[in-house]
């Protein structure tokens, strides 16, 4: 049968997680990548704009 007391659960003794902020986002290699590409476009089209055009 099954068991529906109400009994106190035990605490665990594992801490708190801590919320993540911008510096764990950062840290995520997918994300540095689509940045570093996206920086060096944008790079590549102010040195076209600056010395070709």
Same mark, same amino acid.
């Given at each position: #049968?099954?068991?529906?007391?109400?009994?106190?659960?035990?605490?665990?003794?594992?801490?708190?997680?801590?919320?993540?902020?911008?510096?764990?986002?950062?840290?995520?290699?997918?994300? #540095?990548?689509?940045?570093?590409?996206?920086?060096?476009?944008?790079?590549? !089209? !102010?040195?076209?704009?600056?010395?070709?055009?």
């Amino acid at each position: #049968m099954l068991d529906t007391s109400r009994e106190p659960v035990p605490a665990t003794d594992a801490p708190a997680e801590e919320p993540r902020g911008c510096l764990f986002a950062l840290s995520q290699p997918p994300l #540095m990548i689509f940045l570093g590409v996206i920086g060096c476009l944008l790079l590549i !089209a !102010a040195v076209h704009d600056l010395f070709v055009l």
